[in-house]
């Protein structure tokens, strides 16, 4: 017999749409069928939506900046994950910079992370290791992880990768089964605009971290992946214009691109209002230009990114003002991984720019092809129950205090939505039913091993 039926619900993996009864049995989806099988418990999704559980590929839960460390922890992170369709996330370990401190970074974040409500898994970091990038990869996958984060930039807090590293990185990963991903800004760009100016002021931010150094370095990161064949992601892209570069110079089929909601939903006009306002809204890259903001939806609806994270990092609204007028030790960061499928659904897939299964896609199977969670990101016999129950015809308006995330504001406070997550299924396990939080799931570290990409066409 087994153990829970999803019932009545219109199924959209992403792929096709179709009414069916999903059926779960020891954690795992036993049958997907329009029969009526046995079940010791039925939840009746009657005129709602099933889809596969999100994956976030790009949270920061619990990161320590030394002065500040980012509002959500595991717990309240994997709650407020939860809340938004979420199953599986990925954070990151702290940047390595000795060998040594390889397998002690990995431990030090997984102890914290046993803290989750939902499955997790990380992105080593490096910053320049001392050891052959070979070497680095393969112990990078003896720890369960097969993908590396780098940054072209922060040379200044030493956590820049070189471009013979990288170039190493790359050649290496698509013989192994990495995926090297990667922060993408020019570096002296940044210290240049930077110690060219006195004080530092937190509007300043998009002047700090301009477009074109986004550009350049994204490019720079496709010219590696055209010459190395190595399998490359760029994180958080933010600018229509770096796209359109990057489109013009011929995107590689080896190279994935990732954005997030706040990049296709807000400018960089809040920099002009009010301190307060502007504090709220620090985050690297920065909000880009309207024009940015409108090739960036174009881009979004055309497919041109494979997946979406939401660099979900909120810090309090305190500790943003306190910093109002010194932006050197602002914490940079905001919140977005409860909010981010609603906001897109409402944005692109209710206004007709989009359909609904192109959204399920970069939310949660091309993660899971991307990252090598073989067991993630379908709705097929075998595979971990991992389900979001979603109700398309809710409407709602966006508050701090109707959210689970531990941080006091939200950048889309009072925005109204539409379509909400009711239930959330980690692995059979109900993590919230209808509205309620009842965590009877328990979180799990999921191993990754080697993946070879398909090629971006095939998967779209
Ligand atoms: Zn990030």
């Keep these: 017999m087994n153990d829970l039926a999803v019932v009545n619900g219109k199924i959209f993996d992403g792929f096709s749409s179709y009414k069916a009864n999903v059926y779960i049995k020891d954690g795992k989806i036993s049958t997907v069928s329009s029969q009526i099988l046995d079940a010791a418990e039925i939840y009746d999704a009657n005129g709602f939506y099933i889809l596969p559980g999100l994956i976030d590929p790009h949270v920061h839960f619990a990161l320590n900046l030394g002065k500040y460390r980012s509002a959500d922890d595991f717990e ?39 803290s989750s409500h939902v499955d997790y898994s990380f992105h080593m970091t490096v910053a320049h290791p001392n050891i052959p990038a070979m070497e680095l990869i393969h112990r990078t996958l003896a ?20 471009d013979g590293y990288i170039f190493d990185l790359l050649k290496s990963s698509k013989d192994l089964g990495a995926v090297i991903t990667f922060h993408a800004e020019n570096d002296p760009i940044i210290i240049h605009r930077i110690s060219g100016i006195g004080k530092r002021f937190p509007k300043d931010l998009p002047f700090f971290h301009p477009y074109e ?14 010459l190395t064949g190595g399998q490359a992601y760029i994180v ?26 706040q990049y296709l939903v807000l400018d960089d006009s809040v920099y002009e209002n009010n301190s307060t306002e502007v504090v709220l809204h620090t985050l690297v890259p920065p909000l880009r230009s309207k024009l940015d903001l409108q090739l960036m939806k174009g881009y979004f609806v055309n497919g041109i990114f494979s997946t979406v994270g939401t660099d979900h990092c909120p810090f309090m609204k305190k500790e943003k003002l306190e910093n109002e007028s010194n932006y050197d030790s602002m914490p940079n960061g905001i919140g977005g991984v409860e909010t981010a499928f609603s906001l897109l659904y409402t944005l692109f897939v209710k206004e007709g720019l989009m359909p609904l299964n192109l959204l399920v896609k970069m939310q949660s199977t091309n993660v899971a092809d991307t990252f090598g969670l073989a067991n993630k990101g379908r709705i097929l016999p075998g ?5 979001v129950i979603f109700d398309p015809n809710s409407e709602w308006r966006v508050t701090i205090d109707s959210l689970h995330t531990n941080a006091d504001y939200t950048p889309y406070e009072g925005m109204k939505l539409k379509g909400k997550f009711v239930s959330t299924i980690v692995r059979g396990n109900f993590v919230v039913k209808d509205g309620e939080f009842i965590s009877r799931s328990k979180g799990k570290f999921i191993e990754r091993g080697p993946v070879f990409w398909r090629t971006h066409s095939e998967m779209r």
């Design 143 to 162: 720890l369960g992880l097969n993908s590396v984060k780098c940054f072209t930039t922060y040379s200044l807090s030493n956590r820049m990768t070189g």
């Design 76 to 114: 309240s992170g994997s709650r407020s994950a939860a809340f938004g369709g979420v199953t599986t996330f990925i954070d990151f370990l702290d940047p390595v910079t000795e060998d040594s401190e390889i397998e002690e970074k990995f431990s030090q974040r997984l102890k914290l992370a046993s």
């Design 236 to 261: 958080h892209n933010s600018s229509g214009r770096s796209i359109q570069l990057l489109k013009a110079y011929g995107i590689p089929s080896n190279l994935r691109l990732e954005t997030c909601p």
């Design 383 to 387: 595979v971990d129950a991992d389900l």
């Design 213 to 226: 150094s986004e550009a350049e370095a994204v490019s720079r990161i496709g010219t590696f992946a055209r």
